[in-house]
T-cell receptor, first 115, second 113 residues
Framework: DVKVTQSSRYLVKRTGEKVFLECVQD?????MFWYRQDPGLGLRLIYF???????EKGDIPEGYSVSREKKERFSLILESASTNQTSMYLC??????????????FGEGSRLTVL | QKEVEQNSGPLSVPEGAIASLNCTYS??????FFWYRQYSGKSPELIMS????GDKEDGRFTAQLNKASQYVSLLIRDSQPSDSATYLC?????????????FGKGTTLSVSS
């Protein structure tokens, strides 16, 4: 089974702190994604990556950056956390090419609270 | 802006009834469509995918796609309390696979025993 692991299930940070959310997948998937999920707003795409050292902005990239130094790891960085970044963050992955059915495989989520 | 629209609900049905969940999408070139189920506090899990017009059945679940009307639905027959969850409709907005999915905001289903 595909396993997407997010390093922290729950985090509490203070305004202005730098926050790292880590995501690791074990199925050699090329594509990795970061979404955030908020009540009434659904899942919104922050950033995604099709390859190592490659990144693309999603719908709401402001206030976030990402890093993909290795194929299996995709990190989301909040340079200076703000209260409006309190949310559930979901990492997902998918394969490229013939193996891709369009399905995304999600991690368990990281619930971030910024005080 | 490519959009996926769902009724937010809540949709309440009695145990054993058919639950009908609907979704419309704005981008005509979309080729693949997905229904995810999300229990409270959990991450989404895929329950159905559909790529061509018509019906696709898997157990108690039937997905229906009408590309001309840009409409996709999910029917849950013999609804069970364990089906109570939020159902997310998702669309691949491009002709090639591997792109990020666009999600609707989800419909909350409540099945009462």
């Amino acid at each position: 089974d595909v396993k997407v692991t997010q390093s922290s299930r729950y985090l509490v940070k203070r305004t202005g702190e730098k926050v790292f959310l880590e995501c690791v997948q074990d199925m050699d998937h090329e594509n990795m994604f970061w979404y955030r999920q908020d009540p009434g707003l659904g899942l919104r795409l922050i950033y995604f990556s099709y390859d190592v050292k490659m990144k693309e902005k999603g719908d709401i990239p402001e206030g976030y950056s990402v890093s993909r130094e290795k194929k299996e790891r995709f990190s989301l960085i909040l340079e200076s956390a703000s209260t409006n970044q309190t949310s559930m963050y979901l990492c997902a992955s998918s394969p490229m090419g013939e193996l891709n059915t369009g399905e995304l495989f999600f991690g368990e989520g990281s619930r971030l609270t910024v005080l | 802006q490519k959009e996926v629209e769902q009724n937010s609900g809540p949709l309440s049905v009695p145990e054993g009834a058919i639950a009908s969940l609907n979704c419309t999408y704005s981008d005509r070139v979309s080729q693949s469509f997905f229904w995810y189920r999300q229990y409270s506090g959990k991450s989404p899990e895929l329950i159905m995918s559909i790529y061509s017009n018509g019906d696709k059945e898997d157990g108690r679940f039937t997905a229906q796609l009408n590309k001309a009307s840009q409409y996709v639905s999910l029917l849950i027959r013999d609804s069970q309390p364990s089906d109570s969850a939020t159902y997310l409709c998702a669309v691949n907005p491009m002709e090639q696979a591997g792109t990020a999915l666009i999600f609707g905001k989800g419909t909350t289903l409540s099945v009462s025993s």
